[in-house]
C-alpha cells in the first residue's frame, strides 16, 4: 500500500509541475464559456471509433499500445511504434445508423508522432415532406469529423499530446461546423507496469451554428490507469470521467428518487449516502484486458452510469457490459468489440490494423 500511494503522488508531482497546470488554465476558459450557452451537440465526439478502445468500456486507453485505433484517441501515446500504421473500422449503431473511420500514423524525428483521422456518422436517408403531408423527394444527415494529432516523450516517463478535430455537420438544409481540441499528458513508471493520463477532451468552440441557435461541445475531463500484472497476462484499467462536473445523475419522471406511499400520501426520501454512492461510481469506468498469447486478446469493460441510464425495471439487461477480443497476423490485427448500451440493441465494432 505505501509503494502505491508513493507512486500516486510521483505521478500528481510530475503531472502538476509540467502539463497539468497548463491544461487546466486552457480547459477553465471553455468551462466558462460553455456554461453561458444551454444546448449541447456534437455527439459524434463522444462515439468509440476503436474496437480495441471500446471492448474496455473506455473513451480512451492510458495504455501504450502499438496501435494507431488507440493512439488517435490518446495522442499522448503516439509513437514510432506506430509509424506507417493504417487503420479503418466500421460500426453498426441503430436503426440504420453506422459509423467509418480511419486513421493513419506517422514519425516525423525532430517534432515527434502525427496522426490523421476521419470519422463519419451516417443517419440514413429520410422523406421530405411539406406540411400538409405530400412528400417532395429524400434528404441525408451525416457528420464528418477530422483529426490531426501530434505527440512526443519529454521524458522517459512524460508523454504529452493534442487533437485538433474540425466537425462539419449536414442535416438537410442545415449545415454546422465546429472546431474541437484535445490535450493529454501520460506518466508512464520506470517499470513501464503503472499508466495514468490526464486528458481534456472535446473543449473548443462552434464556428457556425444551425439556425443561429449557439451550441456548445460535449466537454470532458477524464483521468484514465491502467496496471499490468507482474506474474499474469492481465492487465487492469479504471477511468474517472467527468471530473469537472459531480452531478450525473438524470431527472427521470416514471423513476423518481423520492417514493410516496399510495396510502398515507407520505413521502419516502431517497437514502443520501445510496445517492451519493450511485453518483460516485457513475463516474466510474472498469475493464480488464487479457493477452492470452501474442496473437489473441480477450477484453471485458462495464460502466455503471451506463447501466443505470439503460436499466429497466423486472427485465434483465446487460446494459453497461462491453467485451470483445484481438487477432493478430503477421502484419495485421482485426479486432472486435459489442458494447450492451440497451436490452433491445447494441453497438458492434470492427477494426483492422494493417502496418504498411
Given at each position: 500500500m505505501?509503494?502505491?500511494?508513493?507512486?500516486?503522488?510521483?505521478?500528481?508531482?510530475?503531472?502538476?509541475?509540467?502539463?497539468?497546470?497548463?491544461?487546466?488554465?486552457?480547459c477553465a476558459f471553455f468551462v466558462s464559456k460553455a456554461q453561458q450557452e444551454i444546448y449541447e451537440a456534437y455527439s459524434v465526439l463522444n462515439l468509440r471509433s476503436s474496437a480495441r478502445v471500446s471492448n474496455l468500456g473506455m473513451d480512451f486507453l492510458a495504455w501504450k499500445v502499438n496501435d494507431?485505433?488507440?493512439?488517435?484517441?490518446?495522442?499522448?501515446?503516439?509513437?514510432?511504434?506506430?509509424?506507417?500504421?493504417?487503420?479503418?473500422?466500421?460500426?453498426?449503431?441503430f436503426a440504420g445508423i453506422w459509423q467509418g473511420n480511419v486513421a493513419y500514423s506517422h514519425t516525423f524525428n525532430k517534432i515527434g508522432?502525427?496522426?490523421?483521422?476521419?470519422?463519419?456518422?451516417g443517419y440514413g436517408k429520410f422523406q421530405r415532406t411539406l406540411p400538409n403531408g405530400d412528400q417532395v423527394g429524400d434528404?441525408?444527415?451525416?457528420?464528418?469529423?477530422?483529426?490531426?494529432?501530434?505527440?512526443?516523450?519529454?521524458?522517459?516517463?512524460?508523454?504529452?499530446?493534442?487533437?485538433?478535430?474540425?466537425?462539419?455537420?449536414?442535416?438537410?438544409?442545415?449545415?454546422?461546423?465546429?472546431?474541437?481540441?484535445?490535450?493529454?499528458?501520460?506518466?508512464?513508471?520506470?517499470?513501464?507496469?503503472?499508466?495514468?493520463?490526464l486528458m481534456a477532451r472535446n473543449f473548443g468552440t462552434q464556428l457556425k451554428s444551425f439556425n443561429d441557435i449557439e451550441e456548445k461541445l460535449p466537454f470532458q475531463l477524464e483521468l484514465g490507469i491502467s496496471k499490468k500484472l507482474k506474474h499474469a497476462?492481465?492487465?487492469?484499467?479504471?477511468?474517472?470521467?467527468?471530473?469537472?462536473k459531480w452531478d450525473l445523475r438524470e431527472d427521470d419522471p416514471l423513476n423518481p428518487r423520492d417514493e410516496i406511499d399510495p396510502f398515507t400520501n407520505e413521502i419516502k426520501r431517497e437514502n443520501h449516502?445510496?445517492?451519493?454512492?450511485?453518483?460516485?461510481?457513475?463516474?466510474?469506468?472498469?475493464?480488464?484486458?487479457?493477452?492470452?498469447?501474442?496473437?489473441?486478446?480477450?477484453?471485458?469493460?462495464?460502466?455503471?452510469?451506463?447501466?443505470?441510464?439503460?436499466?429497466?425495471?423486472?427485465?434483465?439487461?446487460?446494459?453497461?457490459f462491453s467485451y470483445g477480443f484481438g487477432i493478430n497476423i503477421r502484419r495485421f490485427q482485426l479486432s472486435?468489440?459489442?458494447?450492451?448500451?440497451?436490452?433491445?440493441?447494441?453497438?458492434?465494432?470492427?477494426?483492422?490494423?494493417v502496418k504498411l
Amino acid at each position: 500500500m505505501h509503494r502505491f500511494i508513493s507512486l500516486l503522488e510521483l505521478i500528481i508531482y510530475f503531472m502538476l509541475k509540467k502539463i497539468a497546470f497548463t491544461l487546466l488554465l486552457c480547459c477553465a476558459f471553455f468551462v466558462s464559456k460553455a456554461q453561458q450557452e444551454i444546448y449541447e451537440a456534437y455527439s459524434v465526439l463522444n462515439l468509440r471509433s476503436s474496437a480495441r478502445v471500446s471492448n474496455l468500456g473506455m473513451d480512451f486507453l492510458a495504455w501504450k499500445v502499438n496501435d494507431i485505433s488507440v493512439g488517435i484517441t490518446n495522442p499522448s501515446i503516439l509513437s514510432k511504434e506506430m509509424n506507417n500504421q493504417f487503420a479503418v473500422g466500421y460500426t453498426d449503431l441503430f436503426a440504420g445508423i453506422w459509423q467509418g473511420n480511419v486513421a493513419y500514423s506517422h514519425t516525423f524525428n525532430k517534432i515527434g508522432s502525427l496522426s490523421f483521422g476521419l470519422n463519419y456518422i451516417g443517419y440514413g436517408k429520410f422523406q421530405r415532406t411539406l406540411p400538409n403531408g405530400d412528400q417532395v423527394g429524400d434528404f441525408t444527415a451525416n457528420d464528418y469529423m477530422f483529426t490531426l494529432g501530434w505527440g512526443r516523450m519529454l521524458d522517459s516517463n512524460i508523454y504529452i499530446g493534442a487533437n485538433l478535430k474540425p466537425i462539419f455537420s449536414q442535416y438537410e438544409d442545415y449545415s454546422s461546423i465546429a472546431l474541437a481540441f484535445d490535450l493529454a499528458a501520460t506518466y508512464i513508471s520506470n517499470n513501464r507496469s503503472f499508466t495514468a493520463t490526464l486528458m481534456a477532451r472535446n473543449f473548443g468552440t462552434q464556428l457556425k451554428s444551425f439556425n443561429d441557435i449557439e451550441e456548445k461541445l460535449p466537454f470532458q475531463l477524464e483521468l484514465g490507469i491502467s496496471k499490468k500484472l507482474k506474474h499474469a497476462p492481465l492487465q487492469i484499467f479504471a477511468m474517472v470521467t467527468n471530473l469537472q462536473k459531480w452531478d450525473l445523475r438524470e431527472d427521470d419522471p416514471l423513476n423518481p428518487r423520492d417514493e410516496i406511499d399510495p396510502f398515507t400520501n407520505e413521502i419516502k426520501r431517497e437514502n443520501h449516502f445510496l445517492g451519493t454512492l450511485d453518483n460516485m461510481f457513475r463516474h466510474l469506468n472498469v475493464g480488464v484486458n487479457f493477452e492470452l498469447s501474442k496473437s489473441f486478446y480477450l477484453a471485458f469493460g462495464y460502466s455503471w452510469k451506463q447501466s443505470r441510464e439503460m436499466y429497466l425495471n423486472d427485465a434483465f439487461s446487460l446494459a453497461g457490459f462491453s467485451y470483445g477480443f484481438g487477432i493478430n497476423i503477421r502484419r495485421f490485427q482485426l479486432s472486435y468489440a459489442r458494447n450492451e448500451y440497451h436490452k433491445y440493441g447494441s453497438p458492434n465494432h470492427l477494426t483492422l490494423l494493417v502496418k504498411l
